[in-house]
Structures are given as structure tokens and as C-alpha cells.
């Protein structure tokens, strides 16, 4: 469980999220994970991002361990109920898992199957309530487990902007705290203002902020985003991407850029998100001056 001693000793992660394939051809997932993992700490298997049906994460992080690569199972609000996901971290940990993140899930409009009906039988706070309560030995319908799990929990936490806004996030942190939550993964992060203004209120909390850090692959994804997410991506960083004979290879200098602004303001690690990139890893690696081999 290298994650959970290098959170607990105060050293910088890294978390490199993993796509498992849209199909059973599985090499290439492999094949960038190994590629890296003498230098990430573990990998994030997404649940079906953006509602888009692949491989489940849960067959993803199995296969990655299977290999001797340490895992973040996804666990997802949108698409079980509340026998399949205990089934599903009782099997993941079972077989080697030892990291949870507990995650809603985006709605299914937003994927490639517009007839699926979205489950949700269980929220967020329910299913890190029902984490806890199978690493306590019951189930929750109160039945005694023949041996509990247990996993180092995570989930996710907003970038709130405003002051208001920041206050009623940390009161949502507390209660994911209260239920067992040790480390939170933010959405992805481009200029680290808001987010420092944020984790100034967090002091003294028992529990690790890892900010996300997205490769952009073209102007046209950024301006996407720019239209329809927060936070913003900089001007600069599009202007740079416009103006390189090399887009990728500056799309690549830009996530190593943040990575090591977040390193060098002391933020707990990264999550590094490449959504299909996943080649690009040692690029990014190797720019952002963190050791790096196969």
C-alpha cells in the first residue's frame, strides 16, 4: 500500500488516472501503465468517464494489480445499486485493491448510451457511509461480513471561488471526513489561487488534497471547456498551444508546468489525467523533472 505510507509520511503522490478500453484488448493499458509505475504511486481507474461505456473499473484495477501495480478502484453512484457495489469492494478487496474512491458519477446524458437509466440508489454520502460500515464487519442490512475490508478511502472535493461557497464546501469535506475519507481528489487545476485560498481553511484536518492535473490535447478541447466548465483554463496556456510548431509536445510542457507549481506549493501530490493519452505519461513525467523509468 505504498500510497497510503507515502500520503501518511507527507511525501508527494503521484496518481495517474488509467482508461481501461472501450473492448478486451487490454495491451495498451497495460503497457502504459508499466511504463511509469517506478514513478506512479498508484492508478485511478475511471468508471465509465463521461458515462462512456468501457471496461469496468473494477476489471481495470484487478487486471493492474494482477500485474503488481497498485490501484484506485472508481466507485460509482450512477450505475449500481446498493448489493452490487458492496459486492464489488468486497471482491475488489479481496483480490488486492486497497484503495477506494468513492465517486456520483456524470449523468448519462453527458455518454454514448442515452437510453441507460442512471441508478443512484445510493448518494455519495451513503455509499462512504456504506465503505465504513463494511470496514466496521456488517453489511448494510446489519449482517456480520466473513471479514471485513479495508481500504484507504477517497473522493472528491469541488474548487469553490467564492467565500460562501468555500465554507459550505469544507462543511461537505467534514462530513466525507467523518465517514473515513483520507485523501480528495479535485477537479483539474490550471492556476492555483482559488485552490490555495480553499486549503487555507483546512489546516489542522487529518487528510490529503491531490489536485488534478488534465493534458489538454487541443485549442479547440480548451475553448470546450472554457465554454462549459470551471475553472478556466488561462488565455496563456491557449495563446501558447495556438502559437507552438509542436501543439502536443506544449501541451505536454503545460501539465508539467502545473504539476510542479503544485510540488512546489506543497500541495500532497497529482492526478494526473490524460483521458486516452496515456503514452504521453513519461513525456510528462520526465518535463516535469520527477524520476522517472519503466
Same mark, same amino acid.
Given at each position: 500500500?505504498?500510497?497510503?505510507?507515502? %500520503?501518511?509520511?507527507?511525501?508527494?503522490?503521484?496518481?495517474?488516472? #488509467?482508461?481501461?478500453?472501450?473492448? *478486451?484488448?487490454?495491451?495498451?493499458?497495460?503497457?502504459?501503465?508499466?511504463?511509469?509505475?517506478? *514513478?506512479?504511486?498508484?492508478?485511478?481507474?475511471?468508471?465509465?468517464?463521461?458515462?462512456?461505456?468501457?471496461?469496468?473499473?473494477?476489471?481495470?484495477?484487478?487486471?493492474?494489480?494482477?500485474?503488481?501495480?497498485?490501484?484506485? %478502484?472508481?466507485?460509482?453512484?450512477?450505475?449500481?445499486?446498493?448489493?452490487?457495489?458492496?459486492?464489488?469492494?468486497?471482491?475488489?478487496?479481496?483480490?488486492?485493491?486497497?484503495?477506494?474512491?468513492?465517486?456520483?458519477?456524470?449523468?448519462? =446524458?453527458?455518454?454514448?448510451?442515452?437510453?441507460?437509466?442512471?441508478?443512484?440508489?445510493?448518494?455519495? #454520502?451513503?455509499?462512504?457511509?456504506?465503505?465504513?460500515?463494511?470496514?466496521?464487519?456488517?453489511?448494510?442490512?446489519?449482517?456480520?461480513?466473513?471479514?471485513?475490508?479495508?481500504?484507504?478511502?477517497?473522493?472528491?472535493?469541488?474548487?469553490?471561488?467564492?467565500?460562501?461557497?468555500?465554507?459550505?464546501?469544507?462543511?461537505?469535506?467534514?462530513?466525507?471526513?467523518?465517514?473515513?475519507?483520507?485523501?480528495?481528489?479535485?477537479?483539474?487545476?490550471?492556476?492555483?489561487?482559488? %485552490?490555495?485560498?480553499? =486549503?487555507?481553511?483546512?489546516?489542522?484536518?487529518?487528510?490529503?488534497?491531490?489536485? =488534478?492535473?488534465?493534458? %489538454?490535447?487541443?485549442?479547440?478541447?480548451?475553448?470546450?471547456?472554457?465554454?462549459?466548465?470551471?475553472?478556466?483554463?488561462?488565455?496563456?496556456?491557449?495563446?501558447?498551444?495556438?502559437?507552438?510548431?509542436?501543439?502536443?509536445?506544449?501541451?505536454?510542457?503545460?501539465?508539467?508546468?502545473?504539476? *510542479? *507549481?503544485?510540488?512546489?506549493?506543497?500541495?500532497?501530490?497529482?492526478?494526473?489525467? =490524460?483521458?486516452?493519452?496515456?503514452?504521453?505519461?513519461?513525456?510528462?513525467?520526465?518535463?516535469?523533472?520527477?524520476?522517472?523509468?519503466?
Amino acid at each position: 500500500m505504498q500510497l497510503q505510507k507515502k %500520503l501518511a509520511s507527507g511525501e508527494f503522490v503521484i496518481l495517474a488516472e #488509467m482508461e481501461p478500453p472501450k473492448g *478486451t484488448d487490454v495491451v495498451a493499458m497495460v503497457a502504459n501503465a508499466a511504463n511509469v509505475k517506478r *514513478t506512479v504511486d498508484a492508478f485511478v481507474i475511471p468508471e465509465m468517464s463521461n458515462a462512456v461505456m468501457k471496461m469496468s473499473s473494477l476489471g481495470g484495477a484487478l487486471l493492474l494489480q494482477s500485474k503488481g501495480l497498485e490501484t484506485v %478502484l472508481q466507485c460509482c453512484c450512477r450505475d449500481r445499486n446498493r448489493l452490487a457495489l458492496q459486492g464489488d469492494l468486497l471482491a475488489a478487496q479481496a483480490l488486492g485493491v486497497p484503495n477506494v474512491m468513492a465517486v456520483s458519477g456524470e449523468e448519462i =446524458t453527458h455518454g454514448d448510451h442515452h437510453k441507460a437509466r442512471a441508478v443512484n440508489d445510493l448518494d455519495l #454520502m451513503e455509499l462512504l457511509a456504506a465503505i465504513q460500515t463494511l470496514q466496521k464487519g456488517r453489511d448494510l442490512a446489519g449482517v456480520d461480513l466473513q471479514g471485513a475490508p479495508s481500504f484507504l478511502v477517497g473522493s472528491t472535493v469541488k474548487i469553490p471561488t467564492s467565500d460562501a461557497a468555500r465554507l459550505d464546501e469544507v462543511a461537505e469535506l467534514d462530513k466525507k471526513i467523518a465517514t473515513g475519507v483520507k485523501f480528495f481528489i479535485t477537479p483539474p487545476v490550471y492556476e492555483t489561487a482559488a %485552490l490555495e485560498k480553499f =486549503t487555507s481553511l483546512l489546516k489542522g484536518r487529518p487528510v490529503s488534497i491531490i489536485p =488534478t492535473v488534465l493534458l %489538454l490535447k487541443s485549442v479547440g478541447m480548451a475553448r470546450y471547456i472554457n465554454r462549459l466548465l470551471e475553472p478556466k483554463i488561462p488565455e496563456d496556456f491557449i495563446n501558447r498551444i495556438q502559437k507552438a510548431s509542436d501543439r502536443v509536445r506544449e501541451c505536454v510542457q503545460i501539465a508539467a508546468e502545473i504539476i *510542479t *507549481t503544485l510540488k512546489n506549493r506543497g500541495f500532497n501530490g497529482v492526478n494526473i489525467s =490524460t483521458i486516452g493519452w496515456e503514452d504521453k505519461l513519461p513525456a510528462i513525467l520526465a518535463a516535469a523533472g520527477l524520476e522517472f523509468g519503466g
